[in-house]
């Protein structure tokens, strides 16, 4: 048994606090049974009395006793709480350090349904969602290097910063491989905005890769010029190496300026990465004439791991162009499913009618009246830009 927590000053207390016990009986019977010795008390009364004593004892402390108990052990819960969660408790330091310099790399399975934007089905940018924001669009490289997929995200710019110092900031928080493309962000180069407000300066440092290979070469040339044009409506690029005029490279020689134009007329393909079932709308290399011929492509594959983006939607009878609406019927006879691949199917052909100047588009006869929450009935208005993502 326990050796008991009690004080002698408390115990001393305890009793005092007790009810006092009277005796109604006359002292001379008292004395008189003792002296007398009458009745000799028997051997077994002493400890029954005795165990009652301590019986009545225990009933009368059991309350402050087990209070006591709780509270011990209470306190020695919460210690013992204590001391498991500092125990438990890892330093987050050098977790956010690593978080914060180096780029977490997931599977496309996995990453896919928190990074894209599928709570409606949308996958791209439209104006409704920008508000006061600004869109940026990045070309990254596909996990081959054979084809530029645009990135598009909503930032919000300070008053008075420069678009293009905000630009090269966030590049280093894009997640490429976590998207299943090419880790080709930061570039490793500085952008700055000339006073003219018509070049940007791009100064690359002596040792820099980008000359080292024709595919890394032509990428590093056709990125530049796709992320200035894209965001932009700058005209010329300006080269510069450690602050010197001209940067060598293996295929152009020694360049010192190259000019910015911006391309169109191409058709949206769908690029799955590996594993993958969530497509990236890519806009093809090649150029088309007209939108009929560009739609006409985008029901077959094509190479570079371009699929066709309109197998889910029914063949298209008719497209005509009006002030910059594009009116387009469709064959009715196979339907038209409500889901996620025709959403994409519709987003497909709005990234390529913008891309021959069509701003809105009108459906005659709808199939549906509603596919995710695009109303069929009503006219459409082209994105903003592809492949909505979220940054750090």
């Known amino acids: 048994m326990r050796k008991s927590e009690w004080s002698d000053s408390e115990l001393e207390s305890l009793l005092r606090h007790m009810p006092r016990i009277h005796d109604h009986r006359d002292p001379r019977d008292i004395y008189e049974k003792i002296s007398l010795k009458r009745k000799k008390t028997s051997p077994w009364l002493l400890p029954g009395l005795a165990a009652g004593a301590v019986l009545l004892l225990f009933f009368i402390l059991l309350p402050n006793f087990t209070g006591r108990i709780n509270s011990s052990h209470e306190s020695r819960a919460d210690k013992s709480s204590f001391n498991h969660n500092i125990a438990v408790q890892p330093d987050n330091s050098a977790m956010k350090k690593d978080l914060a310099s180096s780029k977490v790399t997931e599977s496309p399975q996995t990453n896919?349904?928190?990074?894209?934007?599928?709570?409606?089905?949308?996958?791209?940018?439209?104006?409704?969602?920008?508000?006061?924001?600004?869109?940026?669009?990045?070309?990254?490289?596909?996990?081959?290097?054979?084809?530029?997929?645009?990135v598009s995200i909503i930032v919000n710019l300070s008053q008075g910063q420069s678009w293009i110092k905000k630009y090269t900031e966030l590049m280093a928080n894009l997640q490429e491989e976590q998207w299943g493309l090419s880790d080709f962000y930061p570039l490793n180069a500085r952008m700055n905005l000339e006073k003219d407000g018509n070049t940007i300066t791009v100064d690359i440092p002596s040792n820099h890769q980008y000359g080292q290979g024709s595919t890394i070469e032509t990428n590093f040339i056709n990125i530049l010029k796709k992320d200035i044009a894209t965001n932009s409506s700058i005209k010329k690029i300006r080269f510069t190496t450690n602050g010197q005029i001209g940067i060598e490279l293996g295929n152009y020689g020694r360049v010192e300026e190259m000019d910015v134009e911006p391309e169109n007329k191409h058709a949206y393909f769908f690029y799955y990465p590996e594993g993958s079932d969530l497509p990236f709308l890519t806009p093809s290399v090649e150029q088309f004439n007209d939108?009929?011929?560009?739609?006409?492509?985008?029901?077959?594959?094509?190479?570079?791991?371009?699929?066709?983006?309109?197998?889910?939607?029914?063949?298209?009878?008719n497209v005509s162009i009006s002030n910059k609406i594009m009116y387009v019927s469709f064959d009715v006879k196979p339907g038209l499913e409500d889901n996620q691949q025709s959403i994409l199917s519709i987003e497909a052909v709005l990234l390529t009618a913008k891309e021959f100047g069509i701003e809105k588009m009108i459906i005659k006869n709808p199939p549906l009246k509603n596919l995710g929450t695009f109303d069929l009935t009503k006219e459409i208005k082209v994105p903003i830009a592809p492949n909505l993502r979220r940054i750090p």
């Open 291 to 317: 939108i009929q011929s560009a739609l006409e492509a985008m029901r077959t594959d094509q190479s570079m791991g371009l699929k066709s983006s309109l197998m889910s939607l029914p063949p298209i009878n």
């Open 112 to 150: 896919q349904a928190n990074l894209l934007k599928v709570e409606n089905g949308k996958t791209a940018i439209y104006e409704e969602e920008v508000g006061n924001g600004t869109v940026f669009t990045y070309w990254v490289p596909d996990t081959q290097a054979q084809i530029l997929i645009p």
